[in-house]
């Protein structure tokens, strides 16, 4: 009876040990050993994310010349003022826009200047002098009876940063306060133009806030624009659908050379071009021309336009080694049948350009070659084409594709040409301060949208690649609003590009899709058959010796009683 006993006492003992064994050393370096890797993030600055509070600083310094103060308001000169705007867009969202405005007189240089014969060459000469900070703004007052400007213009916006207004401020009487105050108002105009509106800000926010808080026409430009990106692909294809009939010749490389490359070398702070060509034979429309016996000749209208770009794109062909958007430009030659074609808008008007774009997509134009040749020709026709006239349609189109709005100036505004490098600096200026916003904007929105994946499926392993690479987008976004408030735009555009770039690369992680979706019940189907025939013989082993002990002490007190 004592041996039976010593030996359950034993078994007891043994059912214990087990269960101690299992519970103190066994299920910790289990957990241990199976735990999903996290490494630490930033989670409290990725939420503040959620919150955007931009304020975009811009400098103006307006230059009085000879003529536009008295003595006596000269004296007063340098001064400066300061001018804020604030904008609650959402609950989110709020802006400030800081604008200060430094008064001084104009050096004798710059009087020098201001007396050349033409506002061309007077620009030209003030960008010689000294060149403005990027995203700054500089108006040269100049008197009303300056014959700089021709009698009908008010105010001239030249090719860098740099605007002549003509303003009658000489009032012996008056003080420079007043003279100051009636001279702010016109300085805010060429500012306006000259500088970022809040609808353009607004726009670049389009995919963060309500669209009706956007202008149309704001809206229809940020909608036409390319989304913002590291880089982009540019090609242009001509599309020869008939070569026995026509042998075209296109030097698309010198047409890149002087037409397109002075601008993408231009935008180079925004991003980085790659541009390629090709000729594309026996390629198509999607779209049978119609004949119009009133004007002899084949047409397209606009119902049909949007017909026209899925065929042709199927013969493209992409860049598999790149991940940028591609801008595509197409020149097409209709062939001998379907000669002259022309396009036409939804009035049944012809197209000037006889081109026309598909936002976010590129442009095609319609090339007529059939008055280069008379029916007495022998096919194939040699045909060269004219590169200055399809180059000016292109860029057009690539300056909307690229976000370049087209500014609308106020009545006694004249806008100088940008000239051989197609952009102008203000309109550089101004599409830096809406991609910046938007860089800004769409790298908070993916860093906040990762924040919360992470923080709702616990089992997502987080790499310190991942990590680093969050870190350094939340390090990027808070120098970017630094920069924009100290008013610094190429730095601010430099952080934002890198902070888009950072967060992109942490959110589409390839290690982060490995335990994405990974359900409880795939858990219990992987641990239940390792773990319950180990659990079934302890627990019931520690039930026995609860029960043991539960009619021990029933025993005692039966004894007792």
């Not at 806030?209 to 909608?223: F, N, P, T, W």
């Not at 929105?445 to 991942?466: E, H, K, P, Y």
């Amino acid at each position: 009876m004592a041996a039976i006993e010593t030996e359950k006492q034993r078994g007891r003992y043994a059912a214990l040990a087990i269960a101690a064994v299992v519970i103190v050393l066994g299920i910790p370096l289990w957990w241990k050993t199976t735990e999903t890797y996290r490494a630490w993030l930033p989670f409290s600055q990725m939420s503040e994310l959620d919150s955007l509070q931009l304020q975009l600083s811009v400098e103006v310094e307006v230059v009085l010349s000879r003529g536009t103060l008295s003595p006596e308001q000269q004296k007063k000169v340098p001064l400066s003022q300061t001018r804020e705007q604030e904008h609650q867009v959402d609950a989110k969202t709020l802006l400030r826009y800081r604008y200060e405005t430094k008064y001084r007189t104009a050096t004798i240089m710059e009087e020098d200047a201001l007396n050349q014969p033409s506002a061309e060459e007077a620009d030209l000469s003030l960008h010689m002098l000294s060149e403005s900070a990027c995203g700054s703004v500089v108006v040269y007052i100049i008197p009303e009876t300056s014959t700089l400007l021709p009698a009908d213009v008010k105010v001239y916006v030249g090719q860098r940063r740099t605007a002549l207004l003509r303003a009658a401020l000489f009032e012996g009487t008056a003080g420079l306060k007043e003279v100051l105050s009636t001279l702010e108002p016109q300085v805010k105009q060429v500012v306006d133009t000259m500088s970022f509106s809040h609808q353009d800000i607004l726009a670049a926010l389009s995919d963060r806030i309500r669209v009706g808080q956007v202008s149309k026409e704001s809206l229809a430009d940020s909608m036409r624009a390319i989304k913002s990106s590291p880089g982009y692909e540019i090609t242009f294809s001509l599309l020869n659908p008939d070569p026995k009939s026509h042998s075209l010749h296109w030097d698309i490389e010198g047409a890149v050379n002087s037409y397109i490359q002075p601008l993408l070398d231009k935008l180079n702070p925004i991003a980085n071009f790659s541009v390629d060509s090709q000729i594309l034979y026996y390629a198509v429309l999607g779209v049978n021309p119609r004949f119009d016996n009133s004007v002899s000749a084949y047409t397209l209208n606009a119902d049909s336009l949007a017909h026209v770009i899925n065929p042709v794109e199927a013969r493209l062909g992409s860049n598999a080694a790149s991940s940028n958007p591609v801008l595509n430009f197409l020149l097409y030659v209709p062939d001998a049948q379907h000669s002259p074609l022309f396009i036409r808008d939804h009035s049944k008007r012809e197209i000037p350009s006889n081109a026309f774009h598909s936002p976010r997509w590129g442009g095609i134009m319609v090339y007529n070659v059939n008055d280069m040749y008379g029916p007495e020709a022998e096919f194939p026709v040699d045909i060269n084409i004219n590169m200055s006239k399809v180059m000016g349609v292109f860029l057009a189109q690539l300056r909307l594709m690229l976000g370049v709005q087209k500014t609308q100036p106020p009545p006694g505004f004249v806008l100088q040409s940008a000239g051989s490098e197609g952009l102008a600096d203000w309109e550089l200026d101004r599409l830096m301060w809406s991609r910046s916003v938007e860089n800004i904007a769409t790298a908070s929105t993916t860093i906040t949208s990762l924040a919360q994946l992470l923080d709702q499926i616990s089992n997502i392993v987080i790499n310190d690649n991942i990590a680093q690479q969050v870190s350094s987008a939340v390090t990027s976004l808070q120098a970017a609003v630094a920069e924009l408030e100290a008013g610094n735009l190429a730095f601010a555009l430099q952080y934002s590009r890198e902070a888009i770039l950072a967060s992109e690369r942490a959110f589409f992680d390839p290690s982060l899709l490995h335990l994405l979706y990974f359900p409880d019940d795939q858990k219990f189907a992987i641990y239940i058959p390792l773990f319950l025939p180990m659990c079934v013989p302890i627990v019931l082993s520690l039930l026995k010796i609860a029960n043991e002990i539960r009619q021990r002490r029933a025993d005692k007190l039966a004894k007792k009683d």
